[in-house]
C-alpha cells in the first residue's frame, strides 16, 4: 500500500447523511427545550456520556498501544484516531449540560432530598459545589484533547515526513499519561453520572463505566474497519487482524460482565439500605424489563456468538455482533442515567432526538478530519509486520 492509495477521500456519503440526522436531532432538541426542558437535559447527558465514554475508550486503546508498543493494532491505528478525534468537539458538546445542572443533579438543590439525603449531601459539600463541578470536567476533557490530539498529530507528523521519529514520545506520552487518563475518567464517572444519585456511591462505578466505553470503542473500531475495507480503502486488512478485534471484543464483553456482577453481588449481599436503592430502581416497576434485556444484549448474545472461532474470521458476522454491541452500550448508559432521573416511562421521543443530534454531529467531525489523510500510518516502520500479522 502506496502512500497516494492510502490517503482517504472517501466519505461524501457519511458526510451528508451524519449531518442531517444531527440537524434532526438539533431540531428536535430545540422543541424539547420549550416543550419539557427536563427531559431534554436527561436525554442529553445520556447521549453524552454514552459517546465521550466511546471515545474516551479508543483514547485508553490507542495509548496501550503506543505503550505496549504492540504490533497489529498499527493497521487500525488511524481509524482509533479517528474515533478519539471527535473529543474535542464533545469538550464543545458538554457546554449545554452546564444550562441543566439544577434539573440534572438534585445535589444543586438538595432541600428536596429529605433530611437525610439533605444530611448527606451537606457532607459532601465541598465537593458537589456547581464552580468546582465545572473546573474539575474542563479538566477532565482538556486532559483528553491534549493527549489525543498530540498523539494524533505526531502520527499525522510522520505520514508527511518518513523522517520524523514520533514512535518513542508517543510511547512515552502513552506510557506516562495512562494514570493521568484513569483518574480523569473515573472521577467523571463520579461527576457526571453517579452523583444523578448523590446519596448513592460505589467504588466499582468507574471500572463498569470504563469496560463498557472500550467494548463499545472496540465495536465501534470493528464496524470502521469493516466499512474501510469494504469499501476498498484498506484492502491488505487480513483475517487475522479482525480475529485479533474479535478475541479483544469477546475479552472486554467478559470484564465488562465481570464489573456488572461484582458490583451488584457486593452491594446485595451487604444489603445496606443507602447502598441497594440504586438496583432497588432498576428491578421493579417498568425497568425491569430493559435490566433483563440489557444482560441479554450486551452480555448473553455477544458471549456466545463471539465463542465462535468461526465468526471472528468472517467480517460482516462480526461487523454485525459489533454493532450489536454498540446499540446495546446505548441501553446500557440509559440504564445508569434514566431510573435517577425518570422513574416511570424508560423511554422518550426526546432519547432519540439527543442521540441523533451528539452521534451525527461527532460522526461528520471525524469523519471530515480523516478526509485527506493516509487511513493508515503509511510511515510507521512496524506496518509492513502489522500488515503480516498472523494469529490462529
Given at each position: 500500500?502506496?502512500?497516494?492509495?492510502?490517503?482517504?477521500?472517501?466519505?461524501?456519503?457519511?458526510?451528508?447523511?451524519?449531518?442531517?440526522?444531527?440537524?434532526?436531532?438539533?431540531?428536535?432538541?430545540?422543541?424539547?427545550?420549550?416543550?419539557?426542558?427536563?427531559?431534554?437535559?436527561?436525554?442529553?447527558?445520556?447521549?453524552?456520556?454514552?459517546?465521550?465514554?466511546?471515545?474516551?475508550?479508543?483514547?485508553?486503546?490507542?495509548?496501550?498501544?503506543?505503550?505496549?508498543?504492540?504490533?497489529?493494532?498499527?493497521?487500525?491505528?488511524?481509524?482509533?484516531?479517528?474515533?478519539?478525534?471527535?473529543?474535542?468537539?464533545?469538550?464543545?458538546?458538554?457546554?449545554?449540560?452546564?444550562?441543566?445542572?439544577?434539573?440534572?443533579?438534585?445535589?444543586?438543590?438538595?432541600?428536596?432530598?429529605?433530611?437525610?439525603?439533605?444530611?448527606?449531601?451537606?457532607?459532601?459539600?465541598?465537593?458537589?459545589?456547581?464552580?468546582?463541578?465545572?473546573?474539575?470536567?474542563?479538566?477532565?476533557?482538556?486532559?483528553?484533547?491534549?493527549?489525543?490530539?498530540?498523539?494524533?498529530?505526531?502520527?499525522?507528523?510522520?505520514?508527511?515526513?518518513?523522517?520524523?521519529?514520533?514512535?518513542?514520545?508517543?510511547?512515552?506520552?502513552?506510557?506516562?499519561?495512562?494514570?493521568?487518563?484513569?483518574?480523569?475518567?473515573s472521577f467523571a464517572s463520579f461527576d457526571w453520572l453517579m452523583?444523578?444519585?448523590?446519596?448513592?456511591?460505589?467504588?466499582?462505578?468507574?471500572?463498569?463505566?470504563?469496560?463498557?466505553?472500550?467494548?463499545?470503542?472496540?465495536?465501534?473500531?470493528?464496524?470502521?474497519?469493516?466499512?474501510?475495507?469494504?469499501?476498498?480503502?484498506?484492502?491488505?486488512?487480513?483475517l487475522p487482524h479482525y480475529y485479533a478485534l474479535g478475541r479483544?471484543?469477546?475479552?472486554?464483553?467478559?470484564?465488562?460482565?465481570?464489573?456488572?456482577?461484582?458490583?451488584?453481588?457486593?452491594?446485595?449481599?451487604?444489603?445496606?439500605?443507602?447502598?441497594?436503592?440504586?438496583?432497588?430502581?432498576?428491578?421493579?416497576?417498568?425497568?425491569?424489563?430493559?435490566?433483563?434485556?440489557?444482560?441479554?444484549?450486551?452480555?448473553?448474545?455477544?458471549?456466545?456468538?463471539?465463542?465462535?472461532?468461526?465468526?471472528?474470521?468472517?467480517?460482516?458476522?462480526?461487523?454485525?455482533?459489533?454493532?450489536?454491541?454498540?446499540?446495546?452500550?446505548?441501553?446500557?448508559?440509559?440504564?445508569?442515567?434514566?431510573?435517577?432521573?425518570?422513574?416511570?416511562?424508560?423511554?422518550?421521543?426526546?432519547?432519540?432526538?439527543?442521540?441523533?443530534?451528539?452521534?451525527?454531529?461527532?460522526?461528520?467531525?471525524?469523519?471530515?478530519?480523516?478526509?485527506?489523510?493516509?487511513?493508515?500510518?503509511?510511515?510507521?516502520?512496524?506496518?509492513?509486520?502489522?500488515?503480516?500479522?498472523?494469529?490462529r
Open positions: 500500500m502506496n502512500g497516494e492509495q492510502a490517503i482517504y477521500r472517501g466519505g461524501d456519503r457519511l458526510l451528508r447523511g451524519s449531518l442531517a440526522l444531527a440537524a434532526i436531532g438539533a431540531v428536535g432538541l430545540v422543541i424539547g427545550a420549550f416543550v419539557n426542558p427536563p427531559q431534554l437535559f436527561y436525554a442529553y447527558l445520556t447521549a453524552y456520556a454514552f459517546a465521550v465514554s466511546i471515545a474516551g475508550g479508543a483514547l485508553i486503546f490507542l495509548m496501550i498501544g503506543h505503550a505496549m508498543n504492540a504490533g497489529w493494532p498499527v493497521v487500525v491505528r488511524r481509524l482509533t484516531e479517528t474515533i478519539v478525534a471527535s473529543l474535542p468537539l464533545l469538550a464543545l458538546l458538554f457546554v449545554p449540560l452546564l444550562f441543566g445542572l439544577h434539573s440534572l443533579y438534585p445535589w444543586t438543590r438538595p432541600e428536596t432530598l429529605g433530611e437525610e439525603g439533605m444530611r448527606s449531601v451537606m457532607a459532601k459539600r465541598p465537593y458537589l459545589e456547581v464552580p468546582f463541578f465545572v473546573v474539575r470536567s474542563a479538566i477532565y476533557l482538556a486532559v483528553w484533547v491534549v493527549i489525543g490530539g498530540l498523539l494524533r498529530r505526531w502520527s499525522l507528523a510522520r505520514d508527511a515526513d518518513p523522517g520524523i521519529e514520533s514512535s518513542g514520545k508517543m510511547r512515552a506520552l502513552s506510557a506516562g499519561a495512562l494514570p493521568a487518563v484513569a483518574v480523569t475518567f452523583s444523578l444519585t448523590p446519596t448513592w456511591f460505589s467504588t466499582m462505578y468507574p471500572v463498569y463505566w470504563f469496560a463498557g466505553g472500550f467494548v463499545a470503542a472496540l465495536a465501534l473500531l470493528v464496524l470502521l474497519t469493516f466499512a474501510a475495507q469494504d469499501g476498498g480503502w484498506l484492502p491488505e486488512i487480513s479483544m471484543l469477546l475479552a472486554f464483553v467478559i470484564f465488562w460482565a465481570y464489573a456488572a456482577y461484582f458490583q451488584f453481588f457486593l452491594i446485595w449481599i451487604a444489603n445496606r439500605p443507602d447502598e441497594v436503592t440504586f438496583f432497588a430502581d432498576r428491578v421493579r416497576g417498568p425497568w425491569r424489563v430493559l435490566t433483563v434485556v440489557l444482560v441479554v444484549l450486551q452480555f448473553v448474545a455477544p458471549f456466545f456468538a463471539l465463542l465462535s472461532y468461526r465468526l471472528k474470521h468472517r467480517p460482516r458476522q462480526l461487523a454485525f455482533v459489533a454493532a450489536w454491541v454498540l446499540a446495546a452500550h446505548y441501553l446500557d448508559v440509559h440504564w445508569l442515567v434514566m431510573p435517577a432521573v425518570r422513574p416511570r416511562a424508560p423511554f422518550h421521543w426526546l432519547d432519540l432526538a439527543a442521540l441523533l443530534a451528539v452521534g451525527g454531529a461527532c460522526t461528520a467531525f471525524s469523519a471530515t478530519r480523516l478526509r485527506g489523510r493516509a487511513i493508515v500510518p503509511i510511515n510507521d516502520p512496524e506496518l509492513p509486520r502489522a500488515l503480516r500479522y498472523e494469529s
